[in-house]
Every structure is written in C-alpha cells, then in structure tokens.
C-alpha cells in the first residue's frame, strides 16, 4: 500500500483557472492540479531550480520533477490538442506568509517583504 501524499505548499491560488482555446475547445477539459500550477509558476515563470522550488513547496526534489513533468505534459497536450485547460485540486496548503517562503517568490505578499536583508533588524 503506497504511503498517503503530503500536501505540497503553494504561496496563493492562481487568478486565472480556466483557460480555453478561442475557437472550440477538444472534447475534454485537461485538470491541472494546484501543486503542478505552483511547479511551473516557480521554475518557469520565477526561474528556481527543482532544488529550490522543492524546498518552498516543502517537498522532495524528485517529487518536485514529477510534478513538473506532468505539469509540462498537460500543457503541452492543451496547446497542441487545443484542449480546455483547468487547474484545481491536489493536495496543497496555502502558504501563511508568516515565515519567509525564500527566494522572494511567495506569490501572495509583496517581494519585499520577503526578502531576508529587508526584515533584519538594525
């Protein structure tokens, strides 16, 4: 029996959580989990290692390459296929912002605030 999955953190929900083609979307909506949402938003768009990335979802660096291989594969079917593109569910907590998420990427407070030089005390 696999063990059960952790929750993966995530520092906020996505805006944006459907996304469709403009002429008629394929037959099926694919389902992007919210972990493998954060996985792109922190290595593509924010430019993280899978290192780094693995350690502000608090998870491994291998369970973070699996995440982001899916990741990669659903949007890649999306796009070809011209697929509806959903992203919810998973298993996730939502980052408190109340410890720094590091490498001033936490998605829900300003860059600022998390960056470790700016909260030293004089």
Not at 37 to 50: F, N, P, V, W
Request: charged share 30%; with cysteine; net charge negative.
């Amino acid at each position: 029996m696999p063990r059960p999955q952790r929750c993966r953190r995530i520092c906020a929900m996505p805006s944006h959580r459907r996304f469709a083609p403009e002429d008629k979307p394929g037959p099926e909506a694919i389902l992007l989990t919210l972990d493998e949402y954060e996985a792109i938003r922190l290595m593509d768009k924010e430019g993280l290692t899978h290192e780094q990335c693995a350690e502000v979802m608090r998870v491994s660096r291998t369970t973070v390459t699996e995440i982001y291989a899916s990741a990669r594969r659903k949007l890649a079917e999306a796009i070809v296929d011209g697929r509806e593109l959903v992203i919810d569910g998973g298993r996730v907590e939502l980052c408190d912002h109340t410890s720094r998420c590091g490498y001033g990427v936490c998605g829900g407070a300003p860059k600022e605030s998390m960056n470790p030089e700016n909260n030293m005390e004089a």
